[in-house]
């Protein structure tokens, strides 16, 4: 009969992620695993059976949560498309200051995974993948709705600004590791704004 577990094991998972994303994948070692979830490498491997199922599954959890924060504000009907989207940029800026050492922030972590294991890991490709396609369709939705509405004056097609909406809030999140201050974030969600507006 197996032992039962006496630890929680999502509070495990939410410290190991937090680990993952301060750290990247290949810099957080097993041991940093341990000392961020109090557990013993026997525990971690029993429970998530590798470092990299680990990682997937913190990733997961990383961007369940993320994008479905996104798309609270991107589906928000009480508010015109234009205001969704300098809503999403808002919040964008907010979690970015709220996660922050050392005067920079630990960014975001699929654009973190990204960078650093582009290619290298098929199944986090594809977990990526899956959510950027669901956050372009957000966008482009919201895009779409205020081009109709003619909030949105841009002479470029709602799928190719969701595109660039989607690198810039990329490049924020860049820029607020590189310790980029409050100002500055908001000059780059407020020119990114201009872009859309007559």
């Not at 990733?59 to 798309?71: D, N, S």
């Not at 991107?74 to 015109?80: C, G, P, T």
Request: proline share 2%; aromatic share 6%; hydrophobic share 45%.
């Amino acid at each position: 009969m197996a032992r039962p577990r006496t630890f929680d094991e999502e509070r495990a998972l939410d410290a190991a992620m937090r680990a993952f994303w301060a750290n990247g994948y290949e810099a957080t070692s097993t041991q940093d695993l341990c000392d961020a979830t109090g557990l013993g490498r026997s525990s971690i491997y029993n429970t998530f059976s590798s470092k990299q199922d680990l990682f997937r599954r913190a990733l997961a959890r990383y961007i369940e949560a993320m994008t479905a924060a996104q798309l609270a504000v991107l589906e928000d009907q009480e508010r015109s498309p234009l205001e969704r989207v300098r809503a999403l940029f808002a919040q964008i800026i907010d979690r970015e200051f709220e996660n922050r050492r050392d005067g920079r922030s630990l960014g975001c972590l699929t654009v973190n995974t990204t960078v650093e294991l582009a290619g290298r890991d098929a199944e986090a490709d594809r977990m990526l993948e899956r959510d950027t396609a669901r956050r372009l369709t957000a966008l482009r939705v919201v895009l779409e709705s205020g081009q109709r509405a003619g909030e949105i004056a841009s002479a470029r097609d709602a799928d190719s600004l969701a595109r660039f909406l989607n690198a810039v809030i990329a490049g924020m999140r860049v820029a607020g590791q590189g310790g980029a201050d409050r100002a500055a974030m908001e000059s780059i969600a407020a020119t990114a704004m201009d872009a859309l507006t007559p």
